[in-house]
Every structure is written in C-alpha cells, then in structure tokens.
C-alpha cells in the first residue's frame, strides 16, 4: 500500500523533536514491509532565516524537501495570518500543499490514501486534498485537537464536517473517541489505536550510573514536556517544599521559562530545581533511567508518549487522572494516579511510591505490553480495508 501522511507535527532539521511520535508510529508502518510512504509536513511561511526573529526564523531554514529515516519528507509553505489565522488555516493550508501534492503524483508516486494526524487545521486540509485528488483520507486525532480546540466555533464545524468527510478516524486513545462522539461524529467510523513505545530505544540502563552522569545523589524527580501551562511543571514545584529531601529535573523549552525559575526562587527550592533543557530523544533514556519517578501533571493529553517511555526504563510515573492518562497507568507496577491535580496530591502519590516502589524490572513488563505490533497491524487492516473498498 503507498501512503501519503500529512501533517505540521513531524521532525525538521531546526525542530528534531517536533511531532516525534507521528514519525516514529510511521517509521513502524513503514517497516512492516506492508507499507509505503511520502511525507507532506507544511511549515508556516517566513521570510527570513535570522536569529533576532527567534523561532519564526527556524521555519525559514527548513529546507523544501529532506530525508529522515529512509521517508521522504516535504515541506510545502503556507501563510500563517495572524488574529484570524485559526479559521482560515486549513484552506491556506490545503491550497499552500495542493502543488507539492500534485508533483509528487506526477513523479509516479500514485499513493492510496492520505494518512493526516492532528485534526485541525491539518486534518481539515487533508480531506480537502483528499476530495480535491480523489483519495481516501483518514485522520488521526491526537489529543488538544480534540479536547481543546472544538471549544471555538468554527474549528468545531470544520472538525465535525472532517469527521464525516474522512473515510475513517483513528484516536490514540478510547477516551477521545468518546469526546469526539460527544461533539457528534460517527462513532462507527472511529477507531481507537494507541501509541506503543520504542522497547529499543527506551530500555533499562545501570541507574547507578545513569544518576552518576547527570550529578545526582537524592531521590529525584523528573518532568518532561514543553514548558507552557498546561504541561503543569509549576505543580511539580510547588510541591517541593512539602518533600524537603527530593530534588526535580525538569526537560524540555518554551516559554514559560522564566516563569518557573522565579516560582522556584519565590518557594525557596531553586537549588533543588534544574531545568535541563530541551533533551533529545536519543538522550532521554539516560534521565528516565536516572530518575526515580517520573511526573506529569498535565492539563490536557490524548495519549502521553513519555509515560511509557519511563517505564520502559523502569522508572514508574505519578500522573494526573486526566484524558487517555488513565488507560496508560493501570496497574501498581506503572505507578499512580493523583486524587487531583494539585501539590498536595503529587506529593501524597510520590509519598506512597516511595514507600512501595515497584521493581524496575516490573515496571519495564508492564512498558512491554505496549508495544507498536499492534497498532501497525490495526493501522494496515484499516487502510487496507480503505483502499480495497476504492476498487
């Protein structure tokens, strides 16, 4: 079968951490010998690539069109307005990518189906392509383009009207399925595939001395995700000077910097608070297996990569009880689930765990089961039943 995937969320040369988790559920498609693909990965247009226009600039030095892990990537430019940006970005974006398209069909590449991930704007411009060329579309809904963006009126119609548009839907987790049967699509044409875990890249390491190479020697924490809001790395935080022995790493950027750094210096923890940075995937397995327990406090997720990644390290995790978290944290040997989503339950549960920590090798069995067989075999039987239903 020849794919084509579409979407904004996969990795570039000046964002290698972007959108990781589509490219790497498709570098398993990919290799099951059943599939073929080509990327169209749009990127918002700008002008110039200089450093004093900050992470505007990094989409200028993206190049038109790369290779990463055999696949074929594009990378079609759209206008990105601003202020009425979210309701027209599915058209630009679909008329921005309908050219590239178009030459990629003309060199042979005569795909079956359009495989798009994130449903708005990307999976809107995806089934307008589909219809504009004829082929079947399915979307893959991954988590704030469900549980966030629907609350805004027109994202909302085009997100329903996608829905029904699409050939099918793949949620990485039962629960938004549920929310997009809620908002009234088809429930019949929804089907729930979870994320897997790379078992190779994330594995168990010496934890005495992965905790030697990064400088630790007290029961740490770590954090893991883009440092805005929703992520809830202030919650870790706050919830130190009630666990006065334990120091917290947090990995990753954004904008809320800053922001962390002077709470931490307000509660008086800074020395036992690093930000670390953005930290690539291929490092990652290193502070997994040093850390004690993983935290994620978020908001909003659909299904949250990093969860799975810790334990496939055997580290297990504290999470907050929100969207697809709970059908990844089932049993005692992942971790826990806080009561709610406060420092006083983040550090009851890391309370609890300390004084019953599972094995690191449990953890890592219980990571074993998610494996990526069976989404890919759940993916293949569905385009295949797509495109054989074409013919």
């Not at 922001?259 to 690093?274: F, K, N, P, Y």
Request: proline residues 7%; contains cysteine; aromatic residues 8%.
């Amino acid at each position: 079968m020849k794919l084509l995937t579409f979407s904004t969320l996969f990795p570039n040369s000046q964002q290698p951490n972007h959108g990781l988790f589509v490219e790497t559920r498709l570098r398993y498609l990919v290799a099951s010998g059943e599939v073929q693909s080509r990327v169209v990965a749009p990127i918002p247009w700008f002008p110039l690539a200089h450093p004093r226009f900050g992470h505007y600039a990094k989409y200028a030095a993206v190049p038109a069109r790369a290779e990463r892990n055999g696949l074929q990537v594009e990378h079609p430019r759209y206008l990105a307005l601003p202020r009425v940006g979210m309701n027209v970005a599915p058209l630009l974006m679909a008329r921005a990518a309908r050219s590239t398209i178009g030459r990629i069909l003309d060199e042979g590449y005569d795909f079956d189906a359009i495989d798009a991930h994130y449903f708005y704007p990307d999976g809107v411009a995806a089934v307008m392509l589909g219809k504009y060329f004829n082929k079947p579309v399915v979307v893959t809904a991954r988590g704030s383009d469900i549980n966030l963006l629907p609350r805004y009126r027109i994202p909302r119609k085009f997100i329903l009207w996608a829905a029904e548009n699409a050939r099918a839907v793949i949620t990485v987790c039962s629960y938004l399925k549920d929310e997009m049967v809620g908002l009234g699509a088809r429930a019949d044409r929804i089907v729930p595939l979870r994320n897997g875990v790379d078992l190779q890249r994330f594995s168990l390491l010496d934890k005495d001395a992965a905790r030697a190479a990064l400088g630790l020697d007290a029961f740490t924490l770590l954090s893991v995700g883009q440092l805005v809001p929703h992520k809830g790395h202030d919650i870790a935080i706050r919830a130190l000077p009630q666990l006065p022995d334990v120091r917290l790493l947090v990995a990753g950027s954004g904008p809320d910097r800053e922001r962390l750094e002077q709470l931490a210096r307000e509660l008086g923890v800074a020395e036992r608070v690093r930000l670390v940075g953005p930290v690539p995937q291929t490092e990652l397995r290193n502070y997994y297996n040093a850390a004690d327990l993983l935290v994620l406090a978020s908001e909003r997720e659909g299904w949250a990569n990093v969860l799975l990644e810790s334990m496939a390290c055997g580290t297990p995790v504290v999470a907050s009880a929100v969207c697809g978290t709970p059908e990844v944290v089932t049993q005692p040997e992942a971790g826990r689930l806080m009561a709610e989503r406060t420092p006083g339950s983040l550090v009851e549960a890391v309370r609890l765990l300390r004084a019953a920590s599972p094995e690191r090798s449990a953890t890592r069995r219980y990571a074993e089961r998610f494996s990526w067989d069976d989404t890919t075999q759940g993916q293949i039987d569905l385009f295949r039943n797509i495109i054989m239903g074409q013919n």
